[in-house]
């Protein structure tokens, strides 16, 4: 099981531009409408990252981006979630254990910073269920429709965290921007991978 890393961020890129519309109308519904803005942005500057140094490892050159230049409190969240998963390709020969590492590292290195608990109506509610799926030794494809599920049913879920937790119950029945976002990362990388 291996995925191209370059093509999984390109692939992602393809898919933040395709969702951007779909985020930003969730994130005007319990944000302030930057979601689909702040992720495309940040994957647009990937790919030109990605053309102008193209022999560095690519998660690490796109966890700089969105750590360094990406706005939005989603930017640096999305970049330590790709740090950890630069650190865990490196770290591992076989490619899932390296998303496995990553994703649980990632994970954790969010919540440090965010302090956001599964069911606050954040990214979290994407990435637990990832990282669940993972140690539970599933398939990239299984991994990628748990953190879906777990995007989707943050449409229940009162927000806790973020700007989202200032509109109430307004929030309620669409899902957070930040979770389905997060999802296609997951998306892209069974895509890549054909699984
Ligand atoms: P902002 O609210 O600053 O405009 P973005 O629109 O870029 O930020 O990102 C919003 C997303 O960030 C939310 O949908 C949510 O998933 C995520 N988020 C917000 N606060 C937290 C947190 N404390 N922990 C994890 N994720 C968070
Ligand atoms: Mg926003
Ligand atoms: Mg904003």
Same mark, same amino acid.
């Given at each position: 099981?291996?995925?191209?890393?370059?093509?999984?961020?390109?692939?992602?890129?393809?898919?933040?531009?395709?969702?951007?519309?779909?985020?930003?109308?969730?994130?005007?519904?319990?944000?302030?409408?930057?979601?689909?803005?702040?992720?495309? $942005?940040? %994957?647009?500057?990937? =790919?030109? /990252?990605?053309?102008?140094?193209? #022999?560095?490892? &690519?998660?690490?050159? +796109? *966890?700089?981006?969105?750590?360094?230049?990406?706005?939005?409190?989603?930017?640096?969240?999305?970049?330590?979630?790709?740090?950890?998963?630069?650190?865990?390709?490196?770290?591992?020969?076989?490619?899932?254990?390296?998303?496995?590492?990553?994703?649980?590292?990632?994970?954790?290195?969010?919540?440090?910073?965010?302090?956001?608990?599964?069911?606050?109506?954040?990214?979290? $509610?994407? %990435?637990?269920?990832? =990282?669940? /799926?993972?140690?539970?030794?599933? #398939?990239?494809? &299984?991994?990628?429709? +748990? *953190?879906?599920?777990?995007?989707?049913?943050?449409?229940?879920?009162?927000?806790?965290?973020?700007?989202?937790?200032?509109?109430?119950?307004?929030?309620?029945?669409?899902?957070?921007?930040?979770?389905?976002?997060?999802?296609?990362?997951?998306?892209?990388?069974?895509?890549?991978?054909?699984?």
């Amino acid at each position: 099981m291996t995925a191209d890393q370059k093509l999984v961020l390109l692939t992602y890129a393809d898919a933040a531009r395709t969702a951007h519309d779909a985020l930003t109308t969730l994130d005007q519904h319990s944000g302030d409408g930057d979601f689909g803005d702040n992720l495309l $942005d940040g %994957l647009d500057r990937v =790919r030109a /990252a990605l053309d102008t140094h193209p #022999s560095e490892p &690519a998660f690490h050159l +796109a *966890a700089t981006v969105f750590l360094d230049e990406v706005g939005g409190t989603s930017g640096p969240l999305i970049g330590l979630l790709l740090q950890e998963i630069a650190r865990g390709l490196a770290a591992h020969t076989d490619d899932r254990e390296g998303w496995r590492a990553g994703v649980s590292e990632g994970l954790a290195a969010i919540q440090r910073v965010g302090e956001a608990e599964p069911g606050d109506r954040t990214m979290v $509610d994407a %990435l637990a269920p990832a =990282r669940d /799926a993972f140690e539970a030794g599933a #398939s990239f494809g &299984a991994v990628a429709d +748990a *953190a879906l599920t777990g995007a989707r049913n943050t449409a229940d879920l009162r927000a806790r965290r973020g700007r989202a937790s200032y509109v109430g119950d307004r929030a309620l029945g669409a899902p957070d921007p930040g979770a389905m976002g997060v999802a296609l990362l997951f998306w892209s990388l069974a895509h890549v991978a054909g699984q």
